[in-house]
């Protein structure tokens, strides 16, 4: 009967022994599960974000594709949330173009280029851009994207370097924009997405004639380059785009030395 007793209890003693092996077990394997679900998580936001970036980089300026209609313009987003057809924030008043015509020189890394901008065709633009180069705004800033096929442009003027940013506000209609859609090399206009409204510090520099499209309204027309766009061509864009697209950064990076107008 001892004996028995004896056995009863190792038996007991080994099933408790076992369930607690498969509790640990269990444990182990409801971890397990737990931080491949945590991990694929992650993965998804990631891979989430990094999609998002590549759709927003090129998002805005001449070729772009449309953005969604209910997100911020992609071009010199606004500090608030922005009102489709109205301006957004602090814009400087058009009154500072004077109606006349402004000469000065944009230098792109050692590069001087004479420019001319048109007060009187596009005062509000002009007007912009005169209070950010007057501020300071552009030194420092790059040269973001170059396309080299179907249309021909160099753009600029984002403080993010991507193509997302701007002053802190946003300004339209646009002005002087050509009927024809044809913008001639030399030809100096303001980026912007979908939203006439959307304009802010980002323009871009055609260096070689381009017809954009003109179901959109086109893009305001500010002034042109007056010399050193051959220059320009030879030092920068020959170097094509720094990954062998057609639409990219530019192989050779492009700083905004100084904008100076008078």
Same mark, same amino acid.
């Given at each position: 009967?001892?004996?028995?007793?004896?056995?009863?209890?190792?038996?007991?003693?080994?099933?408790?022994?076992?369930?607690?092996?498969?509790?640990?077990?269990?444990?182990?394997?409801?971890?397990?599960?737990?931080?491949?679900?945590?991990?694929?998580?992650?993965?998804?936001?990631?891979?989430?974000?990094?999609?998002?970036?590549?759709?927003?980089?090129?998002?805005?300026?001449?070729?772009?594709?449309?953005?969604?209609?209910?997100?911020?313009?992609?071009?010199?987003?606004?500090?608030?949330?922005?009102?489709?057809?109205?301006?957004?924030?602090?814009?400087?008043?058009?009154?500072?173009?004077?109606?006349?015509?402004?000469?000065?020189?944009?230098?792109?890394?050692?590069?001087?280029? #004479? &420019?001319?901008?048109? %007060?009187?065709? /596009?005062?509000?633009?002009? =007007?912009?851009?005169? $209070?950010?180069? @007057?501020?300071? *705004?552009?030194?420092?800033?790059?040269?973001?994207?170059?396309?080299?096929?179907?249309?021909?442009?160099?753009?600029?003027?984002?403080?993010?370097?991507?193509?997302?940013?701007?002053?802190?506000?946003?300004?339209?209609?646009?002005?002087?924009?050509?009927?024809? #859609? &044809?913008?001639?090399? %030399?030809?100096? /206009?303001?980026?912007?997405? =979908?939203?006439?409204? $959307?304009?802010? @510090?980002?323009? *871009?520099?055609?260096?070689?004639?381009?017809?954009?499209?003109?179901?959109?309204?086109?893009?305001?027309?500010?002034?042109?380059?007056?010399?050193?766009?051959?220059?320009?061509?030879?030092?920068?864009?020959?170097?094509?785009?720094?990954?062998?697209?057609?639409? #990219?950064?530019?192989?050779?990076?492009?700083?905004?030395?100084?904008?100076?107008?008078?």
């Amino acid at each position: 009967m001892a004996t028995n007793d004896r056995q009863a209890r190792e038996e007991r003693a080994r099933l408790r022994t076992y369930q607690a092996r498969q509790e640990v077990h269990a444990r182990k394997q409801r971890r397990r599960v737990r931080d491949n679900l945590i991990a694929g998580g992650v993965l998804v936001v990631v891979l989430a974000l990094a999609t998002v970036v590549q759709l927003a980089y090129f998002s805005s300026g001449p070729g772009a594709p449309e953005p969604v209609a209910s997100e911020a313009p992609a071009t010199d987003a606004p500090t608030e949330t922005p009102v489709a057809g109205e301006n957004q924030g602090d814009v400087p008043s058009a009154d500072l173009a004077e109606g006349r015509t402004w000469t000065g020189t944009l230098t792109l890394n050692d590069l001087a280029l #004479g &420019v001319e901008l048109d %007060g009187a065709a /596009a005062p509000q633009a002009v =007007s912009s851009e005169i $209070s950010l180069a @007057s501020s300071g *705004f552009y030194d420092g800033l790059t040269c973001h994207r170059l396309t080299t096929d179907g249309i021909f442009v160099l753009q600029c003027g984002d403080p993010n370097g991507d193509g997302t940013g701007g002053p802190g506000y946003s300004y339209g209609p646009i002005e002087n924009a050509p009927v024809d #859609g &044809v913008y001639p090399a %030399g030809t100096i /206009a303001m980026a912007r997405s =979908s939203d006439p409204y $959307s304009q802010g @510090s980002q323009f *871009f520099i055609v260096y070689q004639d381009s017809t954009l499209p003109t179901d959109t309204g086109g893009y305001s027309v500010i002034g042109q380059v007056t010399s050193g766009l051959d220059q320009l061509v030879a030092g920068v864009v020959s170097g094509g785009t720094a990954d062998g697209s057609t639409d #990219g950064t530019p192989a050779v990076p492009v700083t905004i030395t100084s904008f100076t107008l008078q």
